[in-house]
DNA sequence: GAGCGTGTTCGGGATTTTCGAACGGGATTC
DNA sequence: GAATCCCGTTCGAAAATCCCGAACACGCTC
């Protein structure tokens, strides 16, 4: 049969297989010929997939609908709790979150997209757990910023050509050469903002998290725009931000 | 070829994808010599599946050696957040947390199994990240205990045949019948004692989390056995417990 | 009780996984 | 500084295996 554009090594089988954990997902529980129809492969090639996965416990059966299981979670906490970043990092968005009253974010990135790896929801009463742990363009956010800044140019360039620069707001920007000039900004001044480029009326600073020299991550502190002024970010929040930041690399260092 | 014992039904291909997942995880990071070593297989087999699983974000490579990815964080979180009792399981965590100063979690189960869900360290200084989302045995466990009370017996023999009752102290209930004698009393008076069934010195109370007449999953304190003792357990903290299950009862009923 | 909708099983054909050997690059060693 | 080792990666070919479609079993509704 003919190749697809740019595959060849990869395994197929292994393909279909996290077609239907992600298909699953989408749905919030599916059947198997909900499954079948929906990507297009046989009923029985769903159902022996969906065996394999249940005998590991990585899908569970309710009733005749087929749900992702809680190995999933074990792993993920797992992949959490290997990050260099995670304990300090941690115990700084407690602190962050106590001294602003304002959401408060420990970011990380990998292949190119920013990821909520711990947060803490402040006075809002938004849902941090809906949040935690998606993948979202580093470019409308203001840890993600933090991050492409002190990425090698050829990295961020690489990061856009393959995720490009969609608009969130009318603020996000989705210019290359503004994006570069902002990134240079950002270097500068050691913190990036986000002034409603991701949800209009949320704004939010974030500092990179350096590591021997290298970016591992972000810390980031949102609310809403009333609040959180741009006088505010530079000032009062910023100062709590960098002495987070030095009592991370104080404790990396020590390590 | 022949076929192994029980097997038939499933994707072999899935399986060895899991085993390196598996392995990657047991050694905190692998090349492709040592998983190909280690599980006997082919370097390029595992090559292929590595390659697959990096183009989804389930792996990424550092220098030389594969790690779990984000990914899988990603997928862990939304499994967690789709659990009916944690919304209010957490919020129940947080409130016993604060009320009895000690470490405090959210259980439920899957497969036999007990899983962290969500926890708070209290006054200890133990990490709770190493111990959410891993799955222990449920007979040495308070909230383990008083989910195994409340699912039907032939569940409750079904999961004993499967998972044994392996000892981890001296006080381990590792008996068939005792341990049913303990469901029995731990139905009656509604709640589930370990008193250092698990780890030496740490002494827990656990009760059960229902939803519409089922089992859900369970709350439950721990401590060390000098300030968990046996009365406080069944006094001051055991009346905390049963506020939380109320008002989780009411949360869940007016959803 | 017939009909529709599930999930599940089965066998055979063909795609694809698997293997082993060869390739290329980086570090270490003599 | 060159040769060697060890790693990840690529390649081609044999056959094991995955995939399909049809048939089966079961529960519900009409």
New interface residues.
């Given amino acids: 049969m003919e190749q697809g554009p740019n595959e060849g ?3 197929k ?3 279909t ?2 077609d239907i ?1 992600e298909h699953i ?1 989408d749905l ?1 529980g599916a059947g198997v010929t909900e499954l079948a129809e929906g990507l297009d492969i046989a009923k029985s090639t769903v159902h ?2 969906l ?3 249940r ?4 899908v ?1 059966k309710r009733g005749q609908q087929y ?4 190995k ?11 990050l260099d970043i ?2 300090s990092g ?1 115990f700084a968005v407690d602190r962050l979150e106590a001294e602003t009253g304002e959401m408060s974010w420990l970011i ?1 990135h ?2 190119g997209k920013a ?1 909520y ?1 711990y947060g803490r929801g402040g006075d809002n009463d938004i849902d941090v ?2 949040i ?4 979202v363009h580093m470019h409308f956010n203001s840890g993600g910023k933090a991050i492409l800044a002190h990425l090698p140019d050829e990295e961020v360039e690489r990061i856009v050509d393959e995720h490009g620069l969609p608009a969130r707001t009318e603020n996000t920007i989705t210019d290359r050469e503004r994006l570069y000039d902002e990134l240079e900004q950002i270097r500068e001044q050691g913190y990036a903002l986000n002034l409603s480029e991701d949800l209009e009326g949320i704004q939010a600073i974030g500092v990179p998290l350096m590591v021997n020299g290298e970016i591992q991550g972000a810390l980031s502190v949102a609310g809403p725009a009333h609040r959180m002024s741009k006088e505010r970010c530079e000032g009062e929040i910023l100062d709590h931000l960098r002495a987070a930041t030095d009592e991370i690399d104080l404790t990396l260092a020590y390590r």
């Fill in positions: 090594r990869g395994i089988s292994d393909e297989l996290f954990v997902q919030d022996g997939h065996t394999t996965l005998d590991r416990g990585l569970v749900h992702l299981g809680l999933f979670f074990e792993y993920g906490q797992y992949v959490r709790s290997q995670f304990q941690m990380t990998q292949n990821i790896v757990n809906t935690l742990g998606t993948q």
